[in-house]
């Protein structure tokens, strides 16, 4: 049975899709601004950028197509074990927009360092951030990282019991892969702080920071 807890926002059903990626490049800007001591802790994610500011630090990515670092996955050790870092960093990211940590940032990332990546995607599950589908299909990819991460050789390697070297079994687990990012960019930019919001916020005439 599946837990409630108030502590954890759930996604919105319509999330806000931001379109023009301009308007994160305006909050880095606003951002950039203030003193590092006043910045907050944020990591906001849109379908083509992500922006990072951890307080002393402010950087941002842009993909040129929604499926970021997937699109051009290929069958190499290397590459596959980068996405599942940033898969993860996803995971990580919608723990701490979900749940308000009592303790401070910094303490809340040193217990996400601690926590497998199973874990993490059975705790978002229980508590109704990741539907059951979501869930089994991370679950099934991982296997493919724990491959890579521990196998000799990537002909070792299995996806749902088949060889990954197998062409169909590499494109099935690309597509699972595809539907995972779009998944953990849509639930996360719903459950986010509000860019727009931020903005305003942030901007000269009420720059005075918020907890987040």
């Known amino acids: 049975m599946t837990k409630q807890n108030p502590n954890f926002a759930k996604p919105k059903s319509n999330p806000t899709s931001w ?13 950039g601004k203030l003193p590092t001591e006043k910045r ?32 051009d996955l290929n069958i190499d050790r290397g ?12 995971v990580n990211v919608m723990l701490t927009n979900s749940v308000g940590p009592s303790c401070s940032l910094d303490q809340f990332d040193k217990i996400m360092d601690r926590l497998e990546l199973f874990t993490k995607i059975k705790l978002l ?3 109704g951030i ?6 089994d299909k991370l679950i099934r990819v991982k296997e493919v990282r724990d491959g890579f991460a521990h196998k000799w050789s990537e002909r070792d390697v299995t996806y749902e019991k088949r060889l990954i070297t197998d062409e169909l079994i590499f494109a ?5 892969m595809h539907d995972i990012w779009t998944e ?29």
């Open 125 to 127: 599950n229980e508590y």
């Open 79 to 90: 590459q596959i074990l980068d996405v599942f870092s940033k898969i993860e960093f996803l």
């Open 130 to 135: 990741l539907d059951n589908g979501l869930k």
């Open 19 to 31: 379109k023009d990626s301009s308007r994160l490049r305006t909050l880095q800007t606003l951002l």
């Open 172 to 176: 099935k687990f690309k597509q699972a």
């Open 40 to 71: 907050p802790r944020l990591v906001l994610i849109n379908e083509f950028e992500l922006l990072i500011c951890d307080g002393k630090n402010l950087s941002s990515t842009v993909y040129a197509h929604s499926h970021g670092e997937v699109e």
């Open 184 to 212: 953990l960019i849509r639930i996360n930019s719903s459950i986010q702080p509000d860019v727009e919001g931020l903005i305003k916020r942030f901007s000269p005439k009420t720059n005075s920071p918020i907890r987040i």
